[in-house]
C-alpha cells in the first residue's frame, strides 16, 4: 500500500529553521506531483508548496515563498521542505502530499494520497 511518512519537524525558535522530509512506498514516485500543507490549531488545512514530477517547476503560497524550498529526489522516493526564517504562525501540523495531476493544480481536492503529519512549533 502506499504510504507517506513525514520527519524531522519538532521546536524552533523564531528566524530559525527547520527541515522535514517526507519518504514515499508503495508508489511510482516519479509519476506524482508532491507536496506540503500544513494546518495550525482550530485552522483550516492551507496549501504550503508543491513540486511537479521531475523537481523542474515549485510553487509555493504567498505566506512562505522566499523562506521555504522545496525539492525532490526520485531516486530516493524522498520530497524535502526546508523553513528558513520561521515565524510564530509558521506552527501547524505538516502534511507531505501526492497528487497523479499537474503540481500547478496542487490542492487538497485533488490528492491522491496523504501522509499523517508531522508537528513543526515556532516559539516567539
Known amino acids: 500500500q502506499v504510504q507517506l511518512v513525514e520527519s524531522g519537524g519538532g521546536l524552533v525558535q523564531a528566524g530559525g529553521s527547520l527541515s522535514v522530509s517526507c519518504a514515499a512506498s508503495?508508489?511510482?514516485?516519479?509519476?506524482?506531483?508532491m507536496g506540503w500543507f500544513r494546518q495550525g490549531a482550530g485552522k483550516a488545512r492551507e496549501f504550503v508548496a508543491a513540486?511537479?514530477?521531475?523537481?523542474?517547476?515549485?510553487y509555493y503560497s504567498d505566506s512562505v515563498k522566499g523562506r521555504f524550498t522545496i525539492s525532490r529526489d526520485n531516486a530516493k522516493n524522498m520530497v524535502v521542505l526546508q523553513m528558513n526564517s520561521l515565524k510564530p504562525e509558521d506552527t501547524a501540523v505538516y502534511y507531505c502530499?501526492?497528487?497523479?495531476?499537474?503540481?500547478?493544480?496542487?490542492?487538497?481536492?485533488?490528492?491522491?494520497?496523504w501522509g499523517q503529519g508531522t508537528q513543526v512549533t515556532v516559539s516567539s
Open positions: 502530499a501526492a497528487d497523479g495531476g499537474l503540481a500547478v493544480n496542487f490542492r487538497s481536492a485533488s490528492i491522491d494520497y
Open positions: 513540486i511537479n514530477r521531475n523537481g523542474a517547476s515549485t
Open positions: 508503495g508508489l511510482t514516485f516519479s509519476n506524482y506531483a
